[in-house]
Structure formats: C-alpha cells, structure tokens
C-alpha cells in the first residue's frame, strides 16, 4: 500500500529538472506554530492587547472588551520535582506566535508580540537590537501574577524614587519625566525543600572568676567554652529565584515581595501587547543559588539553637529533601537611564509599586557635607588641646571633640557604605 505522498511535513522545493517533482521539510518556524494563537478583534479583527487596569483583552480599534482573569490559584499552585523526565514532558514556547528582539549590546532577548515594533531594548535603553522569528523551544511558564499596577503610576513613583536622597546630583529628579518603563515578564525560579542539619561548635559562656594579686583577691570576666550540639528541621517555601541575567539579582530582592496567593494558570493572553523573557538563567544554576540560600538560613537557624550568640568552630550536616520548583513570570516594570555616560537601570514591581534601580552620586557634594560632619570634632578637640595650659577644661574639650570626631567618622562610614550601594547596585 503507497504511503500518503507528499509526507505530512513536507514542501515543494524548486528544481531545474522539468518534470521532476522536489519536495523539502517544511520550514521549522512553519511546523511549530501550527496551532498557536492569535489575539484578533472577534468583531473588526484588530490585533487586541491585554489592559492592566481593565484586566482584560481589549480592541483600541472598536473597543472590544475579553475579560482574561482566571481563578487564583496562589501557592496552591501545583509544584514538580526534579526529574529530567518532567522537563521533556512540559511544554514549549509561549503558546502565541511572537518574535524576539536582540540586544546587540548587553544580550539581552525579550519575546516580543509579532506586531511589536519597539527598537529599545528595555534592560541597557539600546537602540541597536535586531528582531527575529521567535522559536519558541524554551520550557512554558506555568504560573504568572497579572500586572495590577498601571503604567501611569511608574512616573509619579519615580519622581519620588529619584528626589528621596539628599547624596543623588539636583538635576536627578527631572529625568523622572524622561523614563519610559517598559511591562515586561520576568522568568522566577520558586523552590520548595526540608532542610535538616545537624550541627555541633564550641559555644563560649561568660564566667566571672577570682584570682590573687598584689596581695589582693580581685575578679575578671573570662569566656569558658563548652561543646553543643542540636537539630534543626527548616522548611524553605517559595524561596524566589530570578532567572534572567540581564537584570541586577541585588535590585530583583528589593522588589521582589510579590503576593504569591495570586498566581493564576499561564494562558498566552496575559502576554497580548506585552514583552516576556524566557529564562536565561537555567534550572540547575537556579537550584545552587537556592541552595546557597538556603544553606545561610539554615546556618542561622543552628546559630539561633546555641546558648549564647558566642560561637566558633562551628560544624554543620546538611541534607535536602523533599525538593520542589516552579517556573513562573512576575510582573515587572523597567527602565533605564543614561547619567555622565553611565547606564542605570530602575524597575518597578509590577503589582505592589515597590521600586528599587540605581542612582548616581554627587561625590562633590558628598564629600562637603562628612567635611561638615567631621569638622566640629576636629575643632573642639584642637581647642581643647591649645587651652589646656591656660584653663583646667582644655582637656574636657578635647575628650569632647575627640568624642565628636568618633561619632563623625562612624556617620560617614555609614553615609560612605550607603552611597557606594546606590551607584553600584
């Protein structure tokens, strides 16, 4: 019995043998978006795009409104373990035919909607990206939370974001009106594990003892260490794991307290009109970041099992079981800046408002202001050291300004630490 011919999958081809028929596999781009989705206006055919403030699918053309919200399913959300089988099993792509924008200067790839026709690139603002047919062979998201803060309200964030310090240059505030945040997708990695860890230091008690001298009892503290040992048991639950390396894993942790109790099911219609990032960073890098994590909190929790907080030598066993991990998107809003030819980047989660990015120093005045600081104790103390043959208070003032001078220089190593975060986050 002949066999269906041409076989399913395959193309004509050209040839120059007239007669002959030539035939090739379909392109790979065609083969695999057989079946995707397309957001259409049922009523006028538009491309329809999804409107966080509505919530929705909706038509700017005829004004169709599809409303697209699911029932939560919060951290109820189904977990899977780490087994390579699951991963062959789960699906690809995002389920809609999109295409991706490349960054030529940081690498960055974002999922764009095929009628996307943005050239900036929303992790380093550049403007030399290339776009290309997205072909979808990542691992599918099967969560997300929806975008619940509005873009308008990124501006006004911002603006008090960006006024908030006294150490930023006066100019700093009015590129708040320049920033243009982009909603995007970011990949997270969620991970779930016991931890169990036997651990065992030398714990040091403080013990006041008597001793003899100069033909005199007298008494002193000393630190007497003794051997303990303990158990903890520590369950790790959604431990939040970014999994995009274009952007600062530092700033992600300081916005990155999303309400896990709205996750939703992923449907490709919450990405209508909007960009999305597949992973960069993959599940294994994922998981030792995690572990890492986790191996810190579980030192502490030891810590906190000892007698006094006086601890060395310390031993700890760790073992992990019941591992589990989701892959989910968050939504994020990001821009960047250009300030004196250095790149700053700024995000805003997308559904509490908390914003954290990068802010450049004035170190001019910077430096006046610890000069000021410092420089009431430096006097004193000078003054206090010249008036010490003439009055009996000299050397009063002197304690004083060397006193003041402690306090000061302790200001500007806090001052010093908090600027060099802000500029180097």
């Not at 695999?32 to 699918?57: H, R």
């Not at 260490?225 to 959604?238: A, K, P, S, T, Y």
């Not at 802010?359 to 008036?387: E, S």
Request: overall charge negative.
């Amino acid at each position: 019995m002949m066999s269906e011919f041409p076989p399913t999958g395959f193309v004509p081809d050209t040839t120059k043998v007239e007669g002959i028929l030539v035939y090739k596999p379909a392109p790979l781009e065609d083969a695999f978006f057989k079946g995707d989705v397309e957001f259409k206006c049922p009523q006028c055919g538009a491309t329809t795009v999804y409107n966080v403030s509505e919530q929705a699918l909706i038509c700017k053309h005829c004004g169709y409104r599809d409303s697209a919200q699911q029932q939560e399913v919060g951290t109820r959300a189904a977990e899977q373990q780490f087994t390579v089988e699951l991963l062959k099993e789960a699906n690809q792509g995002w389920g809609e035919n999109r295409k991706e924008m490349v960054c030529d200067q940081c690498g960055g790839i974002v999922s764009v909607p095929i009628e996307n026709l943005s050239h900036t690139c929303p992790f380093c603002g550049s403007n030399k990206v290339v776009h290309r047919l997205d072909h979808q062979k990542s691992l599918r998201p099967r969560f997300l939370i929806p975008f619940t803060l509005v873009p308008e309200s990124c501006q006004n964030i911002a603006q008090k974001w960006l006024s908030s310090s006294w150490m930023t240059p006066s100019d700093l505030s009015k590129i708040a009106n320049l920033l243009r945040f982009t909603a995007i997708y970011l990949p997270f990695w969620t991970f779930d594990a016991l931890n169990t860890a036997d651990w065992m230091a030398e714990v040091g008690h403080s013990q006041t003892e008597r001793y003899y001298q100069d033909g005199e009892w007298k008494e002193r503290t000393v630190i007497v260490w003794r051997w303990e040992n303990g158990q903890v048991r520590l369950n790790v639950d959604d431990l939040l794991i970014p999994g995009s390396v274009q952007v600062s894993h530092a700033l992600v942790k300081k916005i990155n307290h999303y309400d896990l109790q709205s996750l939703v099911p992923y449907e490709a219609r919450y990405l209508a009109g909007l960009q999305a990032q597949a992973f960069t960073l993959n599940l294994e890098e994922a998981w030792e970041l995690a572990r890492q994590e986790m191996r810190e909190k579980t030192k502490q929790a030891c810590m906190e099992q000892a007698s006094t907080q006086r601890v060395r030598n310390f031993r700890m066993d760790l073992d992990f079981a019941d591992e589990s991990w989701r892959y989910i998107l968050l939504p994020v809003y990001l821009s960047s800046y250009p300030y004196q030819g250095k790149i700053f980047q700024v995000m805003v989660n997308g559904q509490s408002g908390l914003i954290a990015g990068q802010r450049p120093v004035d170190w001019n005045k910077f430096w006046l202001i610890m000069v000021a600081i410092l420089t009431p104790g430096v006097l004193l103390g000078l003054l206090g050291l010249v008036t010490i043959p003439l009055a009996g208070f000299g050397a009063i003032l002197a304690m004083i300004g060397f006193a003041l001078f402690l306090i000061g220089l302790v200001i500007v190593f806090v001052f010093f630490n908090h600027a060099q975060e802000m500029d180097d986050a």
